[in-house]
């Protein structure tokens, strides 16, 4: 079975770009057929504010109304993912820049208004409206559509912008992107799963950058978590991990996005093993 790495890429690579140049090289430097999904979160704030729209998040997660999603959708579709595309074309991959709605990639569903309370649990009362955001399941990702543009020697670049197949665009996030298109691709690939971020991996010790667990298995997950070794957001990114492996995808990588020529030579970041 051949294999495909899935790459999600985001904050402050997308936002430097020399750092977001060096990370298309080595993107590009990496063998056989790839995918790479991008957020952009920052950028969009920042874009919104120059036009009077302010941000609005709730635990970490951006309301999307009606002129937030055009804001999100001009940024993430536009600006971003065809400065990628363009670049990636420059170093020599034929890349295609794309939102769920192209190819009917990925559709999503509206996600429902929920009650809940600052901690996130339910809470009778406390009802949150998240507006134009899109929801993933199993069946939300089109993995002949992505296989025959992999077939045709492209390289898709997602961005975070889907759609629920009735008109209406829709703002999912890129994490739940990549992991969802590695696990519906991984009946036809070996899979693997990359994020990078700002860390160098999982981390013993959050001060001292050199502490990376090279390697976690899905049963000592909750050993981590319980000497502290893991914890805050690195739980839900973990956690997320581990489900994609359960559903198909061969392993899940952590790791810096400066660090992405290592993957190649087996010392990029944390892997996540069955």
């Keep these: ?22 990370f298309l090289l080595d993107f590009t430097a990496l063998p056989g057929d790839k995918i790479l999904v991008h957020g952009g979160g920052k950028i969009a704030t920042e874009l919104g504010e120059s036009l009077g729209i302010e941000a609005k998040m709730v635990e970490g997660r951006r309301i999307t109304d009606i002129e937030t999603l055009r804001i999100v959708t001009m940024v993430y579709a536009g600006l971003i993912n065809k400065n990628m595309v363009a670049q990636l074309q420059a170093k020599g991959s034929n890349a295609i820049g794309l939102t769920g709605a192209d190819a009917n990639i990925i559709k999503a569903k509206k996600r429902p208004v929920v009650k809940v309370s600052p901690s996130g649990r339910d809470l009778e009362g406390a009802v949150i409206d998240y507006g134009f955001v899109g929801d993933l399941d199993e069946n939300s990702v089109s993995a002949e559509a992505l296989n025959n543009l992999l077939k045709a020697g492209l390289v898709p670049v997602l961005c975070a ?15 739940t992107i990549a992991s969802s298109v590695a696990v519906a691709m991984s009946g036809l690939y070996e899979t693997r799963l990359v994020y990078c ?3 160098k991996g999982v981390l013993r010790d959050v001060n001292d950058d050199d502490s990376v667990v090279r390697e976690i298995r899905a049963d000592e997950f909750d050993g981590l978590k319980a000497d502290g070794t893991v914890q805050g957001g690195m739980i839900p990114k973990l956690h997320n991990a581990f489900e994609a492996i359960k559903k198909g995808v061969s392993a899940v990588y952590i790791g810096k996005a400066d660090e992405l020529d290592e993957l190649t030579n087996g010392t990029f970041g944390t892997k996540m093993l069955k």
Excluded: P, Y
């Design 1 to 22: 079975m051949k294999q495909l790495t899935i790459i999600k890429i985001g904050g402050n690579v997308i936002d430097n770009s020399e750092n977001l140049h060096h």
């Design 197 to 199: 971020f700002e860390k």
């Design 161 to 175: 912008i889907t759609h629920d197949g009735d008109t209406q665009l829709l703002n999912t996030n890129a994490d």
